[in-house]
């Protein structure tokens, strides 16, 4: 991306992209794109013979280890990104990036299993019952290495463009979400690599060594705004008793309340960023038997969230109609979305990882340059089963489902559409995974993969958000 269209974006994000972007898709002049992408769970050890190298080299060596493996071809299905799947994805992010005056990121940087593996590859217990204060303090180093390779990883592709990101939920010491230590050991790798100096430093180090949330100005009109919905979520043990976590949570949703007033009076858009989102957990619900009757009715769906939790975010989210033009959300590594509200609408971005069935993806969204609202998408993706020499568009989001005009309007419109029109229903089913519902041969537990059996707890779970309206729409399906 050219210096000229940088500075122009990053004061105003103006309408005009005419200092040459070098992207094979025009983009009108009165929009823009951002490149949006999630999930990596890099995996260090998916060659254990460089183990020990990693171990002690710099982070700035850690390409050179791993272009000495054997090991040269990506993932398969049921394994997370290594290294030649990590190159593919950011090779094909830099040569989409064109114009985009952004890059969106939103969690997981780390490998699931990162502590078991880790002791594994040391030759400590499996995983350590008691871990030694050496041993903790070599997980913990290892996993700065690890984040501090592909942040900077990431920079080398993007170049100068900012990425805007959020924590996922295995991005922390134990794999169960970030805690105080991990935030202020890794606040400065996030702030260098991935916003590039373009926030205030003060600013982001307190409120993200906080809670791992904050919020970034763009020019006069956008304001960026990630929040750590890890601490909302009821899967990681410390939330499960509310009483444990309400002061963190009630203080971060606080925190976004006071910025989302703040964005509003300084006329400003705002793009929400988060990793788990709210709504129905269709895999735990559909792996968990005490989730139906003996007739298969559902009778306990399990949520994303801690239901106290949600109910005080979307009633923040009421006060601001109109401020709040993109919600984005990752974790469950599909191609979905979720209707929060009639006006409020919540694109996911699925995975690079492979490791629950999906092919590995990424989206390029089209904005409004005057207000920052997503019109459109494209989805590219990387075919497991051919092992192409790059990623590829898969599907144009308003061609693939003929529905034109904000995209947050279209996505409200296509709900019914699914269950009416049988093709989109099969277009949607298909691209849920990135591609097609060819048997996954590594994968052994199927309840991502859309069924006729399991279509109703997917389709509602668009558009119902508590857990007595996901049980009225599903037995009433």
Aim: aromatic letters at 12%; hydrophobic letters at 40%; glycine letters at 6%.
């Amino acid at each position: 991306m050219s210096r000229c269209i940088f500075l122009l974006v990053l004061v105003s994000i103006s309408p005009v992209f005419g200092c040459g972007s070098g992207t094979s898709n025009p983009v009108p002049v009165n929009s823009f794109q951002a490149v949006v992408f999630s999930d990596l769970h890099f995996n260090p050890f998916y060659d254990p013979t460089l183990f020990p190298q990693l171990f002690s080299a710099d982070p700035s060596e850690w390409e050179t280890i791993f272009k000495t493996s054997t090991l040269t071809a990506p993932s398969v299905w049921g394994a997370d990104t290594n290294y030649p799947l990590l190159v593919l994805a950011l090779a094909s992010i830099k040569q989409n990036a064109g114009s985009t005056p952004v890059i969106i990121y939103t969690g997981d940087l780390l490998g699931h299993g990162f502590p078991g593996a880790f002791f594994t590859n040391s030759g400590s217990p499996i995983p350590p019952a008691s871990p030694s204060t050496a041993d903790t303090a070599a997980l913990q180093a290892f996993t700065d290495k690890t984040v501090a390779f592909v942040t900077q990883k990431i920079r080398a592709s993007v170049g100068s463009i900012p990425v805007v990101f959020v924590l996922g939920n295995i991005d922390s010491y134990t794999g169960q979400g970030a805690d105080s230590t991990f935030l202020s050991k890794n606040a400065e790798q996030f702030y260098t690599q991935f916003l590039n100096g373009t926030v205030d430093h003060r600013t982001f180090v307190n409120s993200f060594t906080t809670g791992g949330y904050y919020s970034a100005k763009f020019g006069t009109g956008l304001m960026v705004i990630g929040i750590n919905t890890t601490a909302l979520s009821p899967l990681i043990p410390n939330n499960v008793a509310p009483s444990n976590n309400d002061e963190a949570v009630y203080t971060q949703l606080g925190w976004l309340d006071a910025t989302l007033a703040s964005a509003q009076a300084e006329g400003r858009k705002v793009w929400l960023l988060m990793h788990v989102p709210p709504g129905l957990d269709s895999g735990t619900t559909l792996t968990t038997a005490s989730s139906f009757d003996s007739t298969g009715h559902l009778v306990t769906p399990a949520m994303m969230w801690v239901p106290a939790y949600q109910a005080s975010f979307l009633q923040i989210l009421s006060r601001y109609p109109g401020v709040v033009t993109l919600i984005l959300a990752a974790h469950t590594h599909m191609d979905e979305y979720r209707i929060l509200s009639p006006s409020n609408v919540l694109e996911q971005a699925p995975s690079i990882s492979p490791v629950f069935g999906g092919n590995p993806a990424y989206k390029i969204f089209s904005f409004t340059a005057d207000t920052y609202t997503p019109t459109d998408y494209r989805s590219l993706s990387y075919n497991l089963a051919t092992l192409p020499a790059q990623f590829s568009e898969s599907y144009d989001w308003s061609t693939a489902y003929s529905i034109a005009g904000p995209l947050e309007t279209s996505l409200a419109q296509l709900y019914p559409e699914l269950v009416t029109d049988n093709a989109k229903q099969a277009f949607y089913t298909a691209q849920f995974i990135s591609g097609d519902d060819t048997d996954r041969p590594n994968i052994t537990t199927k309840w991502n993969l859309i069924t006729p059996e399991t279509w109703p707890i997917f389709w509602c779970g668009i558009q119902e958000m508590t857990a007595q309206e996901i049980i009225d729409c599903v037995n009433s399906y």
